[in-house]
């Protein structure tokens, strides 16, 4: 598959859109692409992303609007699927270092299938 051209270098979500790194995919429709977590800390772990680069919240910008509330509509399909709506689920957005953004590529955390404890640790 041909590298698209929004794609930023090294980035490994990059990497998974163009099918250059396996994953589970679930969910590919409409700019939004989501794939099961590779080290689930939930039953249910599947990271939803935009496929254009955005390297995190704080870069979205107003032109991206539309793009993110895809993605809420896609992570509630997703967990319809699931069979975790009604049993609850929280998607996350982790940002910069307090929080643990680890890939630099917006995603967000759909977790779901067990209690889930708040606020995280
Ligand atoms: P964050 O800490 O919010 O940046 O989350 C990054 C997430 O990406 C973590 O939950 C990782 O387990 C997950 N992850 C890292 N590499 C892969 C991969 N190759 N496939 C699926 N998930 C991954
Ligand atoms: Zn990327």
Not at 35 to 59: C, N, W
Not at 99 to 109: E, I, K
């Amino acid at each position: 598959m041909n590298p698209r051209e929004d794609r930023s270098p090294g980035c490994l979500f990059c990497r998974i859109r163009d099918g250059e790194i396996p994953a589970d995919i679930v969910y590919r429709r409409d700019g939004v692409l989501a794939f099961r977590d590779i080290d689930p800390r939930a039953p249910v772990h599947i990271l939803v992303i935009p496929e254009k680069h955005i390297s995190g919240l704080p870069e979205a910008e107003d032109s991206d609007r539309e793009l993110l509330g895809r993605i809420c509509r896609a992570a509630a399909l997703i967990a319809r699927r699931e069979s975790i709506e009604r049993s609850g689920y929280r998607l996350v957005v982790n940002s910069g270092p307090d929080a643990g953004q680890a890939v630099g590529h917006l995603h967000f955390h759909l977790l779901g299938g067990r209690g889930l404890g708040w606020p995280p640790g």
